[in-house]
């Protein structure tokens, strides 16, 4: 069975730009989760897709936002942006439907905002 | 509040030493789930273990083993005659056990990243 992935791998944008990132999720796998990495922050969750919905959110900005689609494969997008938003960005998928579900991941994209 | 704290930041050991990487957690709920994850320098996170509030049962699987207390609310991973290729950086999380909605999210702690020198 293929694991999660996700493309970019790697990505190089300068302030004011926007971009996005895709992540296509384990075969079955209906949930979605999106977090950024940075070393002093650690993880922090951004939002959770499940079946097309966001179930969950975490406290960013507006200007990250997410969407799935019917396939269950997911995009983030962030619009503006920052210095700051330099960071991993993980990709996670489970089955969605019970809470015990673990989490896998994909390898990451990593974004430098030049 | 759900919280969950790794208290050793960085740990530095000799191959086949063992070593125990420690997870304290916070929680009022009495169901919970507690998951291990490793990260490698690849960067992929990689699910080790999940553990709910009900079983606290130890386990072990090969060089790896985790112990599971509620009475000091730590779930405490220990690896056994590590190896090089235990070199990663270590995360413990909680999930909440009931609740909708943000009530779902994994709750992770800071990380222990573990160096195994030869």
């Known amino acids: 069975k293929a694991g999660v992935t996700q493309t970019p791998r790697y990505l190089i944008k300068t302030r004011g730009q926007q971009v996005t990132l895709s992540c296509s999720p384990i075969s079955g796998h209906r949930s979605v989760s999106w977090y950024q990495q940075t070393p002093g922050q650690g993880l922090q969750f951004l939002f959770e897709y499940f079946s097309e919905t966001q179930r969950n959110k975490g406290n960013f900005p507006g200007r990250f936002s997410g969407r799935q689609f019917s396939n269950s494969r997911s995009e983030m997008n962030v619009s503006t942006l920052e210095l700051g938003d330099s960071a991993l960005y993980l990709c996670a998928s489970s089955l969605g439907d019970r809470r015990a579900n673990e989490q896998f991941f994909g390898p990451g994209t990593r974004l430098t905002v030049l | 509040a759900q919280k969950v704290t790794q208290a050793q930041t960085e740990i530095s050991v000799v191959e086949k030493e063992d070593v125990t990487l420690d997870c304290v957690y916070e929680t009022r709920d009495t169901t919970y789930y507690l998951f291990w994850y490793k990260q490698p320098p690849s960067g992929e996170l990689v699910f080790l273990i999940r553990?709910?509030?009900?079983d606290e049962q130890n386990e072990i699987s090969g060089r790896y083993s985790w112990n599971f207390q509620k009475s000091t609310s730590s779930f405490n991973f220990t690896i056994t005659a590590s190896q090089v290729v235990d070199s990663a950086v270590y995360f413990c999380a909680l999930k909440r056990g009931l609740g909708g909605g943000n009530n779902r999210k994994l709750i992770w702690g800071l990380g222990t990243s573990l160096a195994v020198n030869p």
């Open positions: 553990r709910n509030s009900f």
